[in-house]
């Protein structure tokens, strides 16, 4: 028997409709949901094996069906088969639903008085949806108008803005614990001992040719005393170890070479080598530097005086 749709484009649709709402409404990451979770990889599975089983039985049905049905039948159903869509029952049904519309030979009843120029008028009625569809338009319109100018619900760019801030928090609550998205803004001072050994297994491999085991300076500067060239601190160390110093006489870029988390570490092990002495090191270079926010929050403390 004639079907509308084929039987492989109904199980093709079905699954992949149902593929593709797992695949929006479960929460894989970066990963299909079919991957990253066998067990939907196998509801998948199952669920082709039974809508092909479906369509297997159904169609042993309708054959079954068919061969039982009488001559008579059988020639009235090939005659419906055979009639475009246009022209089935159920399609003139449905479409007389939607739009009313009058047969041809009634519209007489339809002429109106006026006559342009030999062209008449027919007094037709709107079509069920469109009337329908002009009546929503009304309730959403009443809906949007108390909504929005009555009760003072966020617009479009009120929305905006508050998803914006919204997302500065989170990237800035994530930059936070994401040591490969570190930046000299969020990066901080680190003082465990097994850091600082990280921080110099690093140094001695990349930093000592310029500076010296012991960081005393040899090409490059002194690490161990007070004067710095762009600046001390775990956040200026940071952004001069990932983008280099001074242009075309200091030191190169070690952002392409160690990852952000390396560089906090060998930052962290410079600033724990301030005050270490070494031998024979070399002249001061750059200004001293002075922590001022240390100085800030020194300041801001209250001297304790003691009562006798």
């Keep these: 028997m004639k079907k509308i749709v084929p039987p492989y484009i109904r199980v093709l649709f079905i699954f992949f409709s149902?593929?593709?709402?797992?695949?929006?409404?479960?929460?894989?990451?970066?990963?299909?949901a079919f991957l990253k979770y066998p067990m939907v990889a196998a509801f998948l599975f199952i669920l082709l094996f039974l809508l092909i089983a479906i369509e297997i039985t159904l169609n042993a049905v309708n054959t079954i069906t068919y061969r039982l049905l009488s001559d008579e039948e059988k020639a009235r159903l090939a005659h419906e088969d055979s009639l475009s869509l246009k022209d089935k029952s159920w399609y003139k049904n449905l479409m007389q639903r939607l739009t009313r519309t009058v047969p041809i030979e009634d519209?007489?009843?339809?002429?109106?008085?006026?006559?342009?120029?030999?062209?008449?008028?027919?007094?037709?009625?709107?079509?069920?949806?469109?009337?329908?569809?002009?009546y929503a338009c009304i309730v959403f319109a009443v809906v949007y108008l108390v909504n929005y100018?009555?009760?003072?619900?966020p617009d479009q760019e009120a929305e905006l803005k508050a998803e914006m801030a919204q997302a500065k928090i989170e990237v800035a609550e994530y930059m936070k614990t994401a040591p490969d998205l570190m930046d000299e803004k969020t990066v901080t001072l680190l003082t465990d001992q097994a850091d600082l050994d990280k921080g110099k297994a690093i140094f001695q491999t990349n930093c000592v040719a310029c500076h010296r085991a012991d960081a005393g300076g040899q090409i490059g500067p002194n690490l161990t005393d007070d004067h710095w060239i762009l600046g001390g601190g775990i956040k200026n160390l940071f952004h001069t170890i990932t983008n280099g110093g001074r242009?075309?006489?200091?030191?190169?870029?070690?952002?392409?070479?160690?990852?952000p988390k390396e560089?906090?570490?060998?930052?962290?092990?410079?600033?724990?080598?301030?005050?270490?002495?070494?031998?024979?090191?070399?002249?001061?270079?750059?200004?001293?530097?002075?922590?001022?926010n240390a100085s800030a929050t020194a300041t801001a403390a209250p001297e304790k005086t003691e009562v006798k």
């Design 149 to 153: 100018e009555m009760m003072g619900a």
């Design 247 to 259: 242009d075309g006489k200091g030191m190169i870029a070690w952002k392409g070479t160690l990852k």
């Design 263 to 292: 560089i906090q570490a060998v930052a962290s092990y410079v600033i724990s080598l301030k005050g270490s002495n070494p031998k024979d090191p070399k002249a001061p270079d750059g200004e001293i530097w002075v922590d001022e």
């Design 107 to 134: 519209e007489k009843q339809l002429l109106m008085d006026h006559d342009y120029d030999g062209i008449k008028e027919l007094d037709n009625n709107l079509p069920p949806w469109w009337v329908y569809l002009f």
């Design 18 to 32: 149902v593929f593709g709402a797992m695949e929006y409404f479960i929460d894989s990451g970066n990963h299909p």
